[in-house]
Structures are given as C-alpha cells and as structure tokens.
C-alpha cells in the first residue's frame, strides 16, 4: 500500500464507520448535549429559547440534506452525495431527534416564562401553528414507517405517498419559519430562507435530469 493510498482508504473507513443507524444516534446525543450545554451556560428562559435556536437550525440541515439527497447526487454524483444518499433515511431520523429535543426546549421555555410564550402565540398567526401540528404529525408517521420492520407492513404505494407529501409539508413550514423572520430580519433570516429555496429547486432540478435520462434511455 503506497502512502497516497493510505489517507483515501482512512477517509472511506471512516464515512463507513459514520453512517447507518450508529449516524443517527450519534447526531442525536451531539445535538442534544450541545444544545443543552448552551442554554445552561446561558440559563433561565434566555437559555431554553437559545436552544430552541439552535436545534431548530439543526433540524433544518439534517432535513434539508435528506430531502435533496437524492436529486444532489444526480447532479453532482461525488463521494458525499452518494453518503448522504446512501444515509438519507438515517439522516432523516436523525432530524426526528433533533426536533424532539426543539420540541423538549419549547417546553422549556413555557414552563420558565408562560407569559413570554403567550406573548408569542399572540403575535403568530393561527394558521402557523395549524400548519405545524400537521407536519408533526407527518414527522412522527413518517419517523415509526423508517424502521424496516414496520415499512414492510406497508403497501410500497402508500409508504411513498406518506413520505413524499409529508417532505413537502415540512419544507413548506421551514419556508414559513424563514419568510415570516426574513421579513423582520432580513439581513440574518435572509439567506436562510435563499438556502430551503435552493433545496426545493435541487429537488425539482434533480426529478427533471431523472426523467430526461428516463427518456433517453
């Protein structure tokens, strides 16, 4: 084995090693002990909305990597795209379990300070929060159907229709999120919202290049 080779076969162990179900716990336990850490250096009701920060823009990644992961890789097939395609479902979970610990910081954060929390339901339209209850709901269904064991009790049509209108619905509320803050903090939110755009179009990039190269062939 010569020393060039050495590195680039250190790097596949590791992305191998990095994957499956052992990615999925390890981005969940990260996420959650850093998160926290941050809020209790913070403390109080600061602290627990910092960490709703934090995770909420974790969740976004995780998600945004696992909704393009396929259409990333047909456009730039390289060695992450194939990773992240090959991990999209555990990428995916992961995602569930950061926004679980978002979902553990909000709670938080009503406990610390319920009068602050009321303030902010005022100023949040109804139908955002309309709009949230579904796509967790969708997060949860689609969370329970990743597992192998429970999938294959479903028809393949119905497992596909679940996951892809509840993708959707979830980028749909990170859209909301991002739109509604760019328009009072544009300079910050901003290229948030340019990012989940991007993702939507990669995806809808990615379906065309697949039906071309369906028809060419």
Known sequence: ????????????????????????????????????????TVGGVAGANEGIRITARTSAVLFLLAFTASSAYRLWPNDFTKW??????????????????????????????SARFKAGVERTPGGVYVLDTIAYGFLIAMTITSFDRIAKQMQYA?????????????????????????ITYPLFYGPFLLIVLAALVIRAAGKVKRKNAATED
């Open 1 to 40: 084995m010569s020393i060039i080779d050495a590195p680039i076969r250190a790097d596949r162990n590791l992305s191998a090693r990095f994957a499956g179900w052992r990615l999925t716990w390890a981005l969940t336990l990260l996420i959650a002990v850093s998160a926290t850490a941050v809020a209790v």
């Open 84 to 113: 992240v395609r090959r991990n999209r479902r555990y990428l995916g979970v992961a995602f569930a379990g950061s926004h679980l610990v978002h979902a553990g910081f909000i709670i938080a954060s009503v406990v610390l300070s």
């Open 158 to 182: 119905t497992w596909r229709r679940l996951h892809l209108t509840g993708s959707y619905v979830i980028w749909l509320t990170f859209f909301v999120a991002y739109w509604r803050r760019g």
